[in-house]
Structures are given as structure tokens and as C-alpha cells.
Antibody
Framework: VLLVESGGGLVKPGGSLRLSCEAS????????MNWIRQAPGKGLEWVSY????????SYADSVKGRFTISRDNAKNSLYLQMNNLRVEDTAVYYC??????????????WGQGTLVTVSS | DIQMTQSPSSLSASVGDRVTITCRAS??????LNWYQQKPGKAPNLLIY???NLQSGVPSRFSGSGSGTDFTLTINSLQPEDFATYYC?????????FGQGTKLEIK
């Protein structure tokens, strides 16, 4: 089971970036997927999730209206389109599979992360 | 949103010690509470799910307990590889919020 993010980089405030997460080793289309971020030296912040079919999506208030999550089950890939980026969006962005059981849900595994830096 | 508060924020301990980290939720999350370990420069790794269920492959010196609003992560007989930052996370409701982290350092 492996998740590999890509697409991070340096972007100016107000700019856009598209992150990708390629999944392997499991039935991607069976699972909800999430983006979670971590600002430098800070804690973890959940960003967004998408259901296995893509029919339902949710965002953190901090990114609502600016970020769009999507997936392509045929390509085993998850995406995060980030528009109107702000300095405070600077973070390592992780994709994570969400597993549901009677014990609740959990994020496992996580990708290695991709760094997004928003700076002029 | 449910707020998760961990204590302490940092902790110094020695190899072989037993340590306990506490996580408190701003409202009941039943037992929908997970714990993750993160080492510098690495992604978080799931340790405990559903308050007390040990993730496959995680050493048995790690254990979790609690329900409602108060939870604990206990590490028995600390090993050198356990020095890391630990996060709790509630899965009771969206957004699935995390605690601020507890950094476990070598004394």
C-alpha cells in the first residue's frame, strides 16, 4: 500500500497549484481519500475529503471556496487544485487513505508529503 | 468543530521509562479517537485507533484508553525509536480535528 504525492513547489500569493497523489497496492476506488497539511513546525490540519465515488466532498473552512478535491479512480489518483493561495497555506500536504470500521475511521497510510511554499 | 487538547505539549523521559500522554476533547467523541506518531521529516504513522485498538505492526508497549472526552496514550518501557511527536485525532465528526501534538524527547 503506497501513496505518493507530487506537484508541490514555490508559488506567489494569489497563485495556483495542483497537487497529485498516486495510489498503489490497494483498491483505490473502494476508499475515501483525504488531504491533510502541516505548516512548518506546526501541527496537523485536515483539509478535505472525497468519498470513494467522488459523490460527496468536504472542506475545512480555511480552504473552502479556494481548494477543490477530485479523484480519477481509473488512474488511481487523487488531486487537490489550490487557487488564490495565501502565505498561510504554506505547508507539507499529505494525502491519506481513510479506513472505516466499527471502531470509527482512521487515516492509514499517509503519503510522504509534498511541500507547498507560498511566498512573494 | 471539536477541539482536541493534548497535555503535556512536551515531555522528557529516559529509555525504559513509562510515559502517559493525555488528550481531551471539547465534547464527547465516544471512542472515536486515534493516535499517530510522527518522526522528523516523516509522515504520521497510525498507532492506535478506536481509543484502544493497536494498529497492526505497532509494538505492544503502546496502549490507549479512554472514552467520552478523556483519553490517554501510554508507552511502556520507552525505546530509543519512540522519541517522536504524538498526535491524537477525533473521528467522531467532520472536520476530523487533531490535538496540537506532544513532543517526546530524550532526557
Amino acid at each position: 500500500v503506497l501513496l505518493v504525492e507530487s506537484g508541490g513547489g514555490l508559488v506567489k500569493p494569489g497563485g495556483s497549484l495542483r497537487l497529485s497523489c498516486e495510489a498503489s497496492g490497494f483498491a483505490f476506488s473502494d476508499y475515501y481519500m483525504n488531504w491533510i497539511r502541516q505548516a512548518p513546525g506546526k501541527g496537523l490540519e485536515w483539509v478535505s475529503y472525497i468519498t470513494n465515488s467522488g459523490s460527496s466532498i468536504s472542506y475545512a473552512d480555511s480552504v473552502k471556496g479556494r481548494f477543490t478535491i477530485s479523484r480519477d479512480n481509473a488512474k488511481n489518483s487523487l488531486y487537490l487544485q489550490m487557487n488564490n493561495l495565501r502565505v498561510e497555506d504554506t505547508a507539507v500536504y499529505y494525502c491519506a487513505r481513510q479506513i472505516f470500521t466499527v471502531a470509527g475511521s482512521r487515516f492509514d497510510p499517509w503519503g510522504q508529503g509534498t511541500l507547498v511554499t507560498v511566498s512573494s | 468543530d471539536i477541539q482536541m487538547t493534548q497535555s503535556p505539549s512536551s515531555l522528557s523521559a529516559s529509555v525504559g521509562d513509562r510515559v502517559t500522554i493525555t488528550c481531551r476533547a471539547s465534547q464527547s467523541v465516544s471512542t472515536y479517537l486515534n493516535w499517530y506518531q510522527q518522526k522528523p521529516g516523516k509522515a504520521p504513522n497510525l498507532l492506535i485507533y478506536g481509543s484502544s485498538n493497536l494498529q497492526s505492526g505497532v509494538p505492544s508497549r503502546f496502549s490507549g484508553s479512554g472514552s467520552g472526552t478523556d483519553f490517554t496514550l501510554t508507552i511502556n518501557s520507552l525505546q530509543p525509536e519512540d522519541f517522536a511527536t504524538y498526535y491524537c485525532q477525533q473521528s467522531y465528526s467532520t472536520p476530523h480535528t487533531f490535538g496540537q501534538g506532544t513532543k517526546l524527547e530524550i532526557k
